[in-house]
């Protein structure tokens, strides 16, 4: 009878026992209980889901629909970034991006030789200043970037997203003057009595509102370019950290042409966008599992180096600034209440150690009344009061956080906090120590999408050229499996998608990347050069090198 | 070899090449000429389509999936409806619903029991009234609302939609005062310089804003109840004219979970919904051919009844009123313009002759720009002047109107329009005599969505009673298969879903329904009565009468 089977079987298209083979291949993986295994082919299914790992001594099978051979390369499973912004990185690599600049003088020429190549732009838009990084010790000015482009509104967004710089153009379109008002939860910077320029958190508003908004048409560009630099980083599957309407509009688009490569699992950006994407509750996995709406991303506070973290003790640095919170205890409780009726997740940004608390005790009062597994996140969780650490034990709450903040930030973080608050800051050692739950992520676009960069910083507390020497508040480093984990299991885990993706095992999505080393074997700084040169997503090769 | 592979298929799902049969059934369809064809089975493809019609002396296959026997009784091709609001006809089903009502006082009783037996509701919220229908003379008045609901708000939108009232508690609630104006395109009635509680068109956005909107699951609930209800009446695919945001949400919630049967050709309600859920232009058909975003509908006058409808002339009965053009001639032509350009089918709602002569103006200022399959609709064209309806033949323009309320208008247009105008009205034959084309529809919640009615109104121009006595402007009657045609195949050609359904042949879907009489030999009286046994869509049963 076997034999009839199969006869009939090559007369019908696509069968579904039809199995591929990536054969000789380097392939590693974490087990269920996060463990390193080994592995020398993978079958596949053809709805793309892992069939089986295949040991150098196992026989191949003879039927196969189709058959790739890796000589011997390095294969893992794709990446998956816990905390990112899909269309922000798309549309900051189709603008103006300022992230490699050393000075002012540098950024200006930059700003200048792009409104001369970009003449049709009626705004120029871009981000990824930093005053920091341009030793100025001051947040720059407008009438410094009017001296790159008078005659245009200009609207650059500093790297951490918490504070945007205009020219005099930009505050005249939105109708800026020395009579504006901070809005709650946010700072015109002044200067003479004038805004200087600069406009933190909440007051970003003021000018952003006038910025003409990307087209459908640039959308789906930025989109695409988005998908195109997270597949060729070795991500497969993402967390979309504040999804708006227009972004989850778009991904509905492309869904709908079968665009869709990487998985998306959507925070919606705010309560209302995301009762109104949701409806009655999270969508269902949606596109072959390429799209979920799982949750709701809400602000506890702003960023530290805009001082806007919000501090339970004053700024080291600005001993009558506390940073700003965003909700009061009542909002904050009202929105985790009325989002988790309907089964949304929750994950709320909270940078200080104010902020920590303040999610902390929401969820606290919530736990009773919501039950189940709820997965709570504090996304970031960078500040934590050592006294509130041990809480982010309890009640399976997830501290989804990024290794290479705590390397770009450590000189900031040092002159904010002062030496008796960093104990508790980038703690990841000590979440996993307190019984929290890590997941690991990048914050793209303020970081770049590169998990081998947040790989190793994570298990060396050292940046990229190796530096503090054993690294910065040393204790807090996890193990490169622990640090693995968080960028693959338990990411996934932490966007209830542990049962589709993050490792290879028999009934897991067939997501996976070639690379040019052992990753579970490199050095630190090898680790951080490697290169991916293939991305699969559920069986089919997504990405190449060129 | 052939038993071997049959063999190997039983072990098998749903393979692709299993056909189903319809079989023993008295079917009459519309050929692709417009031509009656008759035939006594159908095969079905596995995905939903036709794969043959059968005449009596062809052989059945032996190999099938499944076979039904209709024993003799009638299948036709499910009808089309080319203009219906669904989220509508659900809310509507889920509200007070006045449309039965004879009498003001009658309508108190109902409006009252209603209250009475929904007291958690905080809004009591409604339709279906007409003064007319009462014999008032006038509108009726808030006071009137206050003695049924003194404790709450009450707000009631009039049959046609162009209408509301609202009781004391609605215009408190809403911020209505003595003070408040009449906004550009709409009116609040007035009595004794008092709002009197009626508001007419735009003015009706006055209190709807206060009207507390329909949840998420609300709307689960009450597009289930139109998908019912058209379901039931033998409606397989529709058009929505004017679907706002959180209606496509709706849509997309219900299709994400596989729960929409009927076939949806969407119009946005307006420009920026229209953009926002497209983004680029038209969305591809979803959800197996069940959803599709074609175009936009905009709206340029209002209604007959409420004196909205934008006329040449004044009113008959309004010496001083010509109606309301809610846009300029240069606003609706920046608007057809900007959705022509990303491919949107424009479908302007026109009503009054003036707004037909402005719709048909700026339609042949855009041809010689957007050529091409363009399919510009007019919905309604009720009153057109015989000066303009030659250019209805024109540039392949689509009347898209609606038999039943020639029917329902009958005496009210002969009170706003006076005898002189009525040449133009309704004018179905004239319009296919221009060289035109017809796509019919219900304009459900508006009249019922019945296509038996429309039917047998479009070739008698007599209501159900059998009034008037030979037809009202008879000469404006089309022929019971032309008819047949507006209700099946060029609703759908007007959705640009003609390839699609809309009749019975090989490669079209197996949308069809099975009735207890033959609608092409039933009498007019007769055709009315047809009862839907059971309703099929993509060759599935999805409602059958119990």
């Not at 295994?37 to 003879?62: H, W």
């Not at 020395?178 to 958190?201: L, T």
């Amino acid at each position: 009878m076997r034999s009839v089977f199969l006869a009939a079987a090559a007369l019908l298209p696509a069968p579904a026992w039809a199995d591929g083979l990536i054969d000789n291949v380097t392939g590693v993986t974490l087990d269920k209980d996060g463990r390193v295994q080994r592995f020398t082919g993978l079958l596949v299914s053809a709805d793309g889901k892992v069939t089986r790992l295949l040991q150098g001594r196992d026989k191949r099978p003879e039927k196969l629909d189709w058959r790739a051979d890796m000589k011997g390369r390095v294969m893992v499973p794709g990446f998956v970034d816990a905390h990112g912004h899909v269309m922000g990185l798309g549309l900051n690599a189709l603008t103006l991006d300022l992230s490699d600049t050393r000075s002012l003088a540098e950024a200006q020429a930059k700003i200048a030789a792009y409104a001369r190549t970009n003449p049709e732009r009626a705004w120029i838009v871009g981000r990824g200043w930093n005053q920091e990084r341009w030793a100025l010790g001051r947040f720059p000015t407008a009438a410094e970037l009017d001296q790159a482009v008078p005659d245009r509104p200009v609207w650059l967004q500093r790297a951490d997203g918490h504070a945007s710089w205009a020219n005099t153009a930009a505050m005249r379109a939105a109708g800026v003057t020395a009579k504006s008002v901070s809005p709650p939860g946010g700072r015109i910077e002044m200067a003479g009595g004038q805004p200087s320029g600069v406009f933190v958190d909440a007051a970003e508003a003021l000018v952003e509102k006038s910025v003409p908004k990307p087209s459908a048409k640039d959308m789906n560009a930025a989109f695409l370019k988005a998908q195109e630099l997270l597949l060729s980083s070795g991500i497969t599957a993402t967390a979309d950290m504040g999804t708006d309407m227009d972004a989850w509009q778009t991904y509905r688009r492309l869904g709908d042409l079968n665009g869709l490569r990487v998985r998306i699992m959507s925070y919606g950006a705010g309560l209302d966008d995301t009762i109104r994407i949701g409806g009655t509750g999270p969508t269902p996995w949606l596109y072959g599992d390429k799209l979920k709406l799982v949750g709701v991303k809400l602000y506890g506070d702003g960023a530290l180096g805009s001082r806007g973290a919000w501090l339970k003790a004053p700024y080291h640095d600005a001993p009558n600034e506390r940073g700003l919170g965003f909700m009061s205890d009542t909002l904050i409780r009202n929105l985790m209440v009325r989002a988790s009726m309907d089964g949304y997740q929750i994950a709320v940004h909270a940078i200080g150690d104010r902020a920590n608390e303040q999610v902390l005790g929401a969820i606290e009062e919530l736990v009773d009344t919501y039950k189940g597994d709820r997965r709570w996140r504090i996304e970031h969780a960078q500040v934590v009061d050592p006294v509130d650490l041990r809480r982010l034990g309890r009640n399976g709450i997830i501290a989804s956080m990024q290794p290479v903040h705590q390397t770009s930030d450590r000189t900031m973080a040092e002159a904010r906090l002062g030496p008796n608050r960093l104990q508790g800051a980038y703690a990841w050692r000590s979440v996993l120590a307190a019984g929290g739950r890590l997941a690991f992520g990048s914050d793209y676009p303020v970081e770049k999408p590169d998990p081998f960069a947040g790989w190793a910083a994570a298990f060396t507390r050292q940046d990229e050229a190796g530096q503090p020497f054993g690294g910065w508040q040393a204790q807090e480093r996890v193990t490169r499996e622990e640090a693995w984990r968080g960028f693959t299991t338990d990411a996934a885990y932490a966007g209830f998608a542990e049962d589709k993706f993050g490792r290879l095992a028999p009934g897991m999505a067939a997501d996976f990347i070639i690379v040019d080393r052992d990753p579970t074997l490199a050095s630190p700084t090898e680790l951080r050069a490697t290169q991916v040169l293939q991305t699969w997503v559920g069986g089919q090769k997504v990405w190449e090198r060129r």
